[in-house]
Each structure stands twice: as structure tokens, then as C-alpha cells.
């Protein structure tokens, strides 16, 4: 009697079956990153509103408006140049007025076409009611309002920046939240009600969202935060019906005033970043990495043995910890 092994071509199936999901899994992260880097069309006009050709209103504070927080360098800067190119009224946040009057004055005489305004406020402490109080003087002046951009952020109100939890005081940890969370949050909710639509919103990560930050841990969570409320806000406002878009950016290194480091071959500049930014306006994506080289280097960290990116984090960041301790001897020293 002849026996018929079926167990074979059963196997034979499962392995074709997982090897197309394989396929399929990575050739649709193939297509969707040279959609997003090489396809995609940014839809940042949308959000334009030009004057109107009616005498009455005929100049250029009736042209839609961007707000940028920490605009007076860095990536923020980079933001508040690379919309005023494409014809925004610009309003510049920072807390040193001399430092936001001097990035005024270089705008206007490159950009002569825009308004702009600049909106100084410390994000430590935060005040609600000073925040609560500028809104509402911008809705009563008519502006229209498009686009947030919240830049602020990162651990420059802390030093040193590299410290374990333990060495932070309550102090310190307030100060982290409120320019990383704190800040963004209230004036978001505050200015959500005034813009025009269609708005758009765009909050500003990084990877230690994603890649462990020893001596970083309360800055690291609150970039979490950043991007997990990007996707929860961006949902949201599209469930009450609001035509607001919501994006958080993935940001790895950027040369800035405080990374004054060389671009390089995965260092872009400010400009560099921003425009990359706002060229994935309209995506669909909640979240997204501006630059496709970080893009790059993140997809590949990300798939690292835990036990391996943990090893090479712990060895990143005592590296940049102790650039930083020197950076900070040899400025007493100077001193």
C-alpha cells in the first residue's frame, strides 16, 4: 500500500507563504521611503493665503502667518527663512529681544515682501496667562494665523546637559519640562482656537525618542512625549472635523549654535532641515524623519540587537558627555 507524505508541500507552503510576507513587508518600506524622499509633493501652499486684491485689505499682514518658537537661531531660525521664501508673514518667539531683533532685520532685507512680528517670552518658568494674553492680542489684530511650528526645546537651560537622573535637581527637572512639554503644550491649546484653516502644526523631535539617552533621561521622555502627542492631537482635531494637520519631526543631528559641529555626511544644517521638513507637509504621516540620511541611519540603529544598541548608546553618550565636561573646563578657564 502506498503512504502519501503530505506533511512536505504543507511545509513547502508555509515557507512560500512567510517568504512573500517577508517580501512584501520590506518592499512596501522600500516604496514608501522613495515615495515619501523622492514622490511626494509638499502641499505647504495649501496653508497660504495671499492678500486680497481689494484695496481695503490689499497688504501684506492680510498673507497668512507663521508662528516659530526658538527663532532666534538654530532650526528655528532655519524655519522662520525657509517660510518667509515661500511668501509667509513671520512671527519670531525667543526669549532675548536683541537676538530676535537681529534675526528680524536680516529677514526683512532678504524677504522685504513679509511682515513679521516677534512674540519674547521666557518658556521657564511658563506662564499661562502671558501665553494666553499674546494669542489673544494676535486674534484680536485679525492675523491669520496657518502655521506652528514648535521648535523650543532641548537641555540648554541645564548644566551640564549630561547628568544622571539622581544629579538632576527638582529644579532642573522643571525646567526640562517646561521648555519641552510644558511650553509647546499650553501654547498649542491656546492657539488652536484662533488659527485659520486649513492650520498646520509641526512639533519638533528627536531620536532619543526612539534610541535610548542614558544621563538624558528626563529630555529623552519628553521628546517621546513630543511625538506620541503629535499622532494623538493630529487624530484627534481630524475626529472633531478640524482641518488642522499635525506632523512630529524626527530629528537626528543638526548643526546649531549649540552643535556647532561641521555638516557633514549625516549633519545637515538648519535650513537643510527645515526645507526637508516642510517638503513632507501633506505626507499623511503623523510622524516623520525630515532628512532622508537620518532616515537612513535610524532604520538601521533601530534594527540593532537590543543588547547591542544599548552597549552603543551608553558608549555615544559617554562620549558627548565628556565633550561636553571639557568644552565646559576649558570655558571656565577662558573665563
Known sequence: MAYSDHSAPTLTTVLTAFGALIVTYYAYNIFSFLYLFLFHRSTISRYLHPPSTSAASSTSEHRSWALITGASDGIGMGFAYEL???????????????????????????????????????????????????????????????ILVNNIGGGALVKPTFRPLTKLTAEDVQKLFDLNVGFPTLLTRALLPVVQEPALVLNLGSFASDIPAPWLTVYAGSKAFNLSWSRS?????????????VMGLLVGEVQTAGHPGPVGLFICSSRTLARNALAKVGCGRHTVVPWWRHAVILALVLRLPETLLNWGAVRASSSLKEGEKRHLEANKRNL
Open 233 to 245: 492631537l493630529g487624530v484627534e482635531l481630524r475626529a472633531e472635523g478640524k482641518d488642522v494637520e
Open 84 to 146: 518667509a521664501s515661500k511668501g509667509f508673514n513671520i512671527i519670531l518667539h525667543g526669549r532675548s529681544p536683541t537676538k530676535l531683533a537681529a534675526v528680524e532685520t536680516a529677514l526683512k532685507a532678504q524677504y522685504p515682501q513679509i511682515s513679521t512680528r516677534l512674540f519674547v517670552l521666557d518658556a521657564y518658568p511658563c506662564s499661562v496667562a502671558a501665553i494666553d494674553d499674546y494669542i489673544r492680542g494676535l486674534a484680536e489684530d485679525g492675523l491669520s494665523i496657518r
